[in-house]
Nanobody, 121 residues
Framework: QVQLVESGGGLVQAGGSLRLSCAAS????????RYWYRQSPGAQREMVAR????????DYADTVKGRFTISSDSAKNTWFLQMNMLKPEDTAVYYC??????????????WGQGTQVTVSS
């Protein structure tokens, strides 16, 4: 029922900024974690940011901490990844994810289609 669509990717110079958006349609009832992931060619998909919505807990991969910020709108149907001080190694396809997590188990899981971010040196 849930569909996620990313937007905001593009080409930016090193040191620049970009903001990604994830728009959810359908019922988000029960969703309690929102994420951003990225994947480069030949590499595993990795989590870069996570928002636990009920507690407003946020955490980040060490490689982006201090540069990236995850946030959401008041209804929590759209969430964002603000990326500052971008580096060429940030180049990847970025994906958003929504999940229902209870006791370490994933009861619902949805992915967006991805948006390309390219950082030039």
């Amino acid at each position: 029922q849930v569909q996620l669509v990313e937007s905001g990717g593009g080409l930016v110079q090193a040191g620049g900024s970009l903001r990604l958006s994830c728009a959810a349609s359908g019922s988000m009832n029960g969703i309690n974690v929102r994420y951003w992931y990225r994947q480069s060619p030949g590499a595993q998909r990795e989590m870069v940011a996570r928002l636990i919505s009920d507690s407003d807990l946020r955490d980040y991969a060490d490689t982006v901490k201090g540069r990236f910020t995850i946030s959401s709108d008041s209804a929590k149907n759209t969430w964002f990844l603000q990326m500052n001080m971008l580096k060429p190694e940030d180049t990847a396809v970025y994906y958003c994810r929504a999940a229902t997590k209870v006791g370490g188990r994933t009861l619902a899981n949805f992915w967006g289609q991805g948006t390309q971010v390219t950082v030039s040196s």
